[in-house]
């Protein structure tokens, strides 16, 4: 789904690079109010985390390729304005630095790949929580139809901005069909791989779930044969309830599936390269901007073996997207006065 510089035109990547500065901004000061100091760090692991498993290409059909775009998760983990953020700078690591995504293309990519997921899987799951009963199950439920549904979202969004701006004479019927179709396939893998990250958080840490705060069902008591709801008690002090552990535990997972597993990933197109090719679309790709850096192609420039190069850059990504992501969140989120949760949940 990374579009390449040459695929729309420069008068409507200006205006996509618009929308994603103003959205970028927007959601700057919305994640002052999703972030204190618990969840910043947490928010630079989902970043990081993203950009690992985005070096998973999995299979979806012959010849074409898929992998997590991590909107749908980085907004249910740590909040819609900071899962736009969290997308982003995914995007900016990778376009920089690895020459995957073009430069020019930056605004319609955020545009695409993390405004778009994330307002559209967001809004779809807070529906789902609302009607669904008030368990964990619901929340993993929820995160699996709105990540399968964000991805031809995705795909929707890229085939309208094709419309208005692409450079090559392709009947846009035929690239909705194709886009969508091979997206829909892609999107089962998307909301596999959400639902059960969802589902591993929730199991060990659930006040840190953004899309679990709120869920929190009224203990009931039997008084005289009736039920009743339970005196509100006060929060657990964060202090009580390190998070350490599970930050350490999802850093040492990105580090070893980009670092490692990503040597045995699918190395078929993904869905756009795919459909780009078949219809055309590539005719007037051009050569990325930093096509000469170090890590361009996810591989160290002068390592010679594939599986050390690739891991090396995995590992290299993972950790810079990390540290710019902690940065980031750390500097916009919100002090607070106290060390108690914001909102404690027992879905």
Not at 30 to 46: F, I, K, S
Not at 55 to 62: G, I, T, Y
Not at 158 to 182: P, Q, S
């Amino acid at each position: 789904m990374h579009v390449p510089d040459g695929f729309i035109d420069a008068p409507t990547c200006a205006v996509a690079g618009v929308v994603a500065a103003g959205a970028l901004a927007v959601s700057l000061r919305g994640a002052r109010r999703e972030l204190d100091e618990r969840t910043a760090p947490l928010a630079g692991l989902v970043a990081a985390f993203i950009f690992a498993v985005q070096m998973l290409n999995f299979p979806v059909a012959a010849g074409t390729s898929g992998h997590l775009l991590g909107g749908a998760l980085a907004a249910i983990l740590v909040g819609p304005y900071t899962g736009v953020l969290c997308v982003s700078v995914v995007l900016l690591m990778q376009g920089i630095l690895f020459a995957d995504g073009g430069l020019t293309a930056l605004g319609v990519n955020i545009t695409d790949m993390a405004i778009v997921t994330t307002v559209v899987s967001y809004a779809v799951f807070r529906g789902l929580v609302k009607v669904l009963p008030r368990k964990r199950r619901s929340v993993t439920v929820a995160s699996f139809v709105a990540a399968v549904l964000s991805v031809p979202a995705a795909a929707v969004a890229f085939t309208l901005i094709y419309a208005v701006g692409g450079t090559t004479d392709v009947a846009i019927g035929k690239v909705a069909t194709a886009m969508i179709g091979v997206h829909v396939l892609i999107g089962i893998g998307e909301a596999a791989i959400t639902a059960l990250t969802v589902g591993a958080v929730i199991a060990v840490r659930p006040d840190l779930v953004y899309g679990a705060r709120g869920l929190q069902q009224r203990l009931k008591l039997r008084v005289n044969g009736e039920l009743v709801d339970a005196p509100t008690t006060r929060p657990v002090p964060v202090a009580a309830r390190s998070h350490r552990t599970l930050w350490i535990t999802g850093l040492v997972t990105s580090l070893v599936l980009a670092g490692f597993v990503s040597f045995y990933a699918s190395a078929d197109p993904d869905g756009l390269e795919k459909v780009a090719h078949d219809k055309g679309i590539d005719q007037k790709a051009q050569k990325h901007a930093s096509d000469g850096s170090p890590l361009a192609g996810y591989g160290v420039k002068d390592v010679s073996d594939a599986r050390l190069s690739g891991g090396l850059a995995g590992v290299i990504g993972v950790g810079v997207t990390v540290v710019a992501g902690s940065t980031v969140f750390w500097a916009v989120r919100r002090r607070r006065t106290n060390d108690v949760s914001p909102a404690s949940t027992g879905v």
